[in-house]
């Protein structure tokens, strides 16, 4: 009787609570959390040299496709204004150089990996100069219009070799790709050059 | 069958509980999923900006080797610069970079990427000068921090 009084008598927990104990919880997390995913333009800077070690390079007129904002935000390309989408199309050709143009920039023959022997575009050089006063908005579209006309090419040329677009490609392939296309982009500040990015 | 159905129910003064049992553990599932998916935010923002829109922009990686610096306008209407949560200078960051340095193991120091979150409308001027500082320090790795803007519209 008595040990049989013991066993029914277990008293349950009473957990109503716990759903509004964890509602809170999660009210709290939500509130203190911030779900934005970084996201942006990566760029690598080129390594910091001192004035005197910095070495002049000097590059043929043919390889430099020099861009510029002035402080009205006024994109110019060798001189020319230009919009974004013709600055795409620009840096497209540029790169490129399809027809040997001897106006455009040099290509030398390099054995690649997985490509083969090709013309590879390692010669040439955009610049940027922005003027101190122009908006970060305009050089941010600028370099977004300028990797976008890389990431053109790139997917041009993997469809071409690999099939698929560059978003698929193996990091292999990747590279391949990259040393094909290299972006050099060397920015300069007002005074004087700042260095390049390879 | 039908009508006993109908009566049983109608008559009925205590009224069916809904077994609320698992509530919890589903509440908890949604909790876990916000702290996975979220992450704190850990400063407070002293300067209001917007980040530009690209079409070209990547995911970052790790988040542990991430440090970021916030430029917009703040409260008095001048562009300034935030390190962690104080307004700060061009000077300041040095320090503030060693210290995020000691912060962070090997692994995370060779990927250390210093996340630039500027508004569309500070000038280049000091954004350049940033750049030049995080040279100097051996950051070479930035982003420019902006969001997704659809394809069609920048579309050639």
Known sequence: MFRRRQRHDVPALNTTSTADISFMLLIFFLVTSSMDTDKGLLRQLPPHEEEQAREEVTVKKRNIMALQIDADNRLTCNGDTI?????TQRVKT????????????EKTLREVHLLGTCRVSDRHVITIQANRHSTYDAYFNMQNAIVRGYALLRDQLARKCFGHGYALCSQDERDAVTLVYPQRISEMAEEGEEGGEP | MKQRLFRRSNDSHDMMTLNTTSLPDLIFTVLFFFMIVTHMRDVDLKVQYQVPEGTEIQKLGHKASIVN??????????????????LSTISDIRTFLEQERKRMGSEDLARLTVSLRA????????ISDIKRELQKQNALRINYSATEKSKDTSKQ
């Open chain 1, 83 to 87: 919009s974004l989408v013709e600055l």
């Open chain 2, 119 to 126: 508004d569309r409308d500070v000038p280049m001027g000091i």
């Open chain 2, 69 to 86: 610096i916030y430029v917009g306008k703040a409260e008095n209407g001048e562009y300034a610069i935030q390190l962690n949560n104080q």
């Open chain 1, 94 to 105: 540029f790169v490129a150089n399809v027809d040997d143009d001897p106006l455009l920039p």
